[in-house]
């Protein structure tokens, strides 16, 4: 069964790193787009990147371009989220989550998520 598995969150202080990554299994990760939402508490979903499934394409919300790197490791079967300089208000938790399209990212059609992992930003 498809399966989608994130870790690497974490609680950080204000500036700091973190890199998410997404373990997926069950299907062919190489022909599908994959994404990164997030969910914090009392928000709504923000979709904070995907990549296509070439890794030629990519997305970022605004308000994470130029600190957040989304990348892709077809072979390894994991997508990684590299985010940096992170700010209180990037607390939330964060999945990973495929899409049904293979080489459209922007459409966030997600039909799989993982359970999430929760990055906490806090001095």
């Known amino acids: 069964q498809v399966q989608l598995v994130e870790s690497g969150g974490g609680l950080v202080q204000p500036g700091g790193s973190l890199r998410l990554s997404c373990a997926a299994s069950?299907?062919?990760?190489?022909?599908?787009?994959i994404g990164w939402f997030r969910q914090a508490p009392g928000k709504e979903r923000e979709d904070v990147s995907c990549?296509?499934?070439?890794?030629?394409?990519?997305y970022y919300a605004d308000s994470v371009k130029g600190r957040f790197t989304i990348s892709r490791d077809n072979a390894k079967n994991t997508v990684y989220l590299q985010m940096n300089s992170l700010k209180p208000e990037d607390t939330a938790v964060y999945y990973c989550?495929?899409?049904?399209?293979?080489?459209?990212?922007?459409?966030?059609?997600?039909?799989?998520w993982g359970q999430g992992t929760q990055v906490t930003v806090s001095s």
């Open positions: 990549i296509s499934s070439s890794g030629g394409t990519t």
């Open positions: 989550a495929k899409d049904v399209t293979s080489s459209t990212c922007g459409a966030f059609s997600y039909d799989y």
């Open positions: 069950g299907f062919t990760l190489a022909n599908y787009v």
